[in-house]
């Protein structure tokens, strides 16, 4: 989803600021899910989330070259891509850390910045290739980090666009009834099986040949973003569980 050079410009602090796509989906998904679990609201600030992402996340300026650009990437077709590895570390390293008190909210936050990369369609072509430079490890046929205001970079536009109907339209605000509940070591499989799924909705497919319209904005909202919303929920409740249970073993082991 769109981050990168524009949530390093808005995706500072106060929250009404964060208009990029990341931030719009966290913001939905964490009411939705404290409406559900209540106790979520506990666990972790909305302000703890928004602070480790954009201007402080993967995706910032001045962070290229410090991580491969595989890690935002997972192609369901062929399994290459390290999302799903990057989700499993940080929602490992975030539940380790929590559970000895240790701040842990970057861990957080950067495993559902990677929730995100991995279930957005944009994000599911290309392949690995020898690095052109340290970090670029991935061809994407329509990504050109070069000349981002080609029209021929697709990926730009179809991410910028879903980003300005995500601000400037009627988002579809998600309703939880109920929730997977996952363990960390099924964390990839699910968010695989997911990705999967998205991938057969042939969303970028259509937009790659019929250019972006409003009935693909209908589609987007409808059939994409929930999906993106509901695994992140399942994630977040999943984690917050894990992490409770885990701080009352050492409670009464003490």
Do not use: C
Not at 28 to 39: C, F, I, M, V
Not at 49 to 65: E, I, Q, S
Not at 106 to 118: L, P
Not at 170 to 196: C, H, N, T, W, Y
């Amino acid at each position: 989803m769109n981050s990168g050079v524009i949530s390093s410009i808005l995706s500072f602090p106060p929250a009404w600021l964060r208009w990029d796509s990341h931030s719009l989906i966290y913001y939905d998904t964490y009411r939705a899910l404290q409406e559900l679990k209540p106790e979520f609201g506990d666990f972790i600030k909305m302000k703890d989330v928004f602070k480790y992402d954009g201007a402080y996340g993967p995706d910032r300026l001045w962070m290229k070259g410090g991580r491969a650009t595989s890690e935002s990437y997972y192609n369901p077709e062929t399994g290459q891509g390290g999302a799903l590895k990057q989700i499993y570390r940080q929602y490992r390293d975030a539940k380790e850390r929590a559970m000895q008190n240790l701040p842990w909210e970057n861990d957080f936050t950067w495993m559902s910045h990677f929730i995100v990369d991995a279930l957005s369609p944009s994000h599911h072509f290309g392949r690995r290739v020898r690095p052109i430079k340290k970090y670029r490890d991935w061809e994407d046929p329509y990504y050109f980090a070069n000349r981002p205001s080609s029209l021929k970079n697709r990926h730009m536009i179809f991410e910028a666009t879903i980003n300005f109907w995500q601000v400037f339209g009627k988002r579809q605000k998600p309703k939880f009834d109920r929730l997977e509940e996952i363990k960390s070591r099924e964390v990839e499989a699910f968010i695989g099986a997911m990705a999967v799924k998205i991938k057969a909705l042939g969303l970028y497919e259509e937009f790659l040949k019929n250019g972006f319209d409003r009935a693909l904005w209908h589609r987007i909202n409808k059939e994409l973003i929930p999906k993106i919303e509901y695994a992140l929920a399942v994630v977040w409740w999943s984690l917050f569980l894990e992490i409770k249970d885990g701080r009352a073993l050492i409670n009464n082991e003490n």
